[in-house]
């Protein structure tokens, strides 16, 4: 292997490090709701994992775990009340949700400032339009990595194979914002290969074992394997794999591996919203008080 590898558990410690400092500058430790529903065991071990981080950095975390059979108006009601509840700074409903639930309907009811998913209209739209609030976690996790290694984003051409709402289509907003020249490749793309050798950054989140293979790949470009796939080995035996294959390594300038690449900053991102959103929703509760308090001479 040639290609200098990009960790991601020490970024992820370092984001993490300094949510932790900011959740300390605010009056009350920030506070997470978790919904789930269901009982898938992946879900349920991906909450568990996001409230035990949530306590370790000093944010606290309550978790909603609500039966396959709840209806969409029931989970409706209780993201109601935790819109309405001062204390709560940030509501993440875990997906995939059962059928009965529409998730655009659940994405669109939690209010813009609580939304450390970032999935709410209102967020992806202000993220089109350059003014970012709260961003998806994978896709932010993924940026905060290229800054913390110095990979020059700035007039880079960067590739991204994907084009899903949680990964890629954000993944391009902040890219483009950072004044990257952005492009998109799908399942639907003709010569992938031809598209991914002109990236100087390349963004793999396909899905797909060894999608990404060596002479697709520009020599010295920057790799990110974002894709998480469970593979039999040859003992039968399942392990985790992305979608780059390995003899990338040989021809990639910088490349994250998997496991131990972008998977910990999604999490610690997540934190990181979720210290955003209550700074932001501090900061608009000091604002209004100082109107509410400020005299005025406008004529009554
Ligand atoms: P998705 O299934 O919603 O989207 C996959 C995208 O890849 C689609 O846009 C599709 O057009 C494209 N695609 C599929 N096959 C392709 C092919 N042969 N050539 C070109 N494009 C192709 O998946 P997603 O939710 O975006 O996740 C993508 C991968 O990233 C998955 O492996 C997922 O597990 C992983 N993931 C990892 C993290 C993390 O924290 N590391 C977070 C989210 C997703």
């Not at 999604?266 to 400020?294: C, G, I, K, M």
Request: with cysteine.
């Amino acid at each position: 292997m040639s290609a200098r590898v990009l960790a991601g558990p020490p970024v992820a410690a370092a984001l993490l490090a300094d949510a932790a400092a900011r959740a300390s500058r605010l009056p009350t430790p920030p506070n997470l709701v978790i919904v789930r529903v269901g009982d898938d065991p992946a879900s349920a071990s991906y909450v568990r994992g996001k409230s035990r981080k949530a306590g370790e950095v000093g944010l606290r975390s309550t978790v909603h775990a609500l039966p396959e059979t709840t209806s969409q108006a029931q989970l409706l009601a209780l993201i109601d009340t935790l819109n309405r509840d001062d204390d709560v700074n940030g509501i993440l409903v875990q997906l995939p949700l059962p059928p009965q639930i529409a998730e655009a309907a659940v994405l669109h009811a939690i209010d813009p400032r609580k939304d450390v998913d970032g999935f709410h209209p209102l967020n992806v739209g202000e993220l089109w339009a350059g003014r970012p609030a709260l961003t998806p976690c994978t896709p932010a996790g993924i940026m905060y990595l290229l800054e913390h290694y110095g990979i020059p984003v700035a007039g880079a051409r960067a590739v991204i194979v994907g084009r899903s709402h949680l990964v890629g289509r954000p993944l391009a907003a902040l890219l483009l914002n950072a004044d990257a020249t952005v492009t998109v490749a799908h399942s639907r793309t003709r010569d992938l290969g031809a598209v991914t050798r002109e990236a100087d950054i390349l963004i793999a989140a396909a899905g797909r074992p060894d999608l990404i293979t060596p002479e697709m790949v520009k020599p010295g470009a920057t790799v990110i394997d974002v894709g998480i796939n469970r593979v039999l080995n040859a003992e039968g035996k399942g392990h985790l794999v992305g979608d780059v294959h390995p003899d990338v390594a040989a021809v990639a300038g910088a490349l994250t591996l998997v496991p131990g690449g972008v998977g910990p900053m999604t999490v610690a991102q997540l934190l990181a919203n979720t210290v955003r959103a209550a700074e932001l929703q501090h900061a608009a509760y000091s604002d209004s008080a100082q109107t509410d308090a400020a005299p005025t001479d406008a004529v009554q």
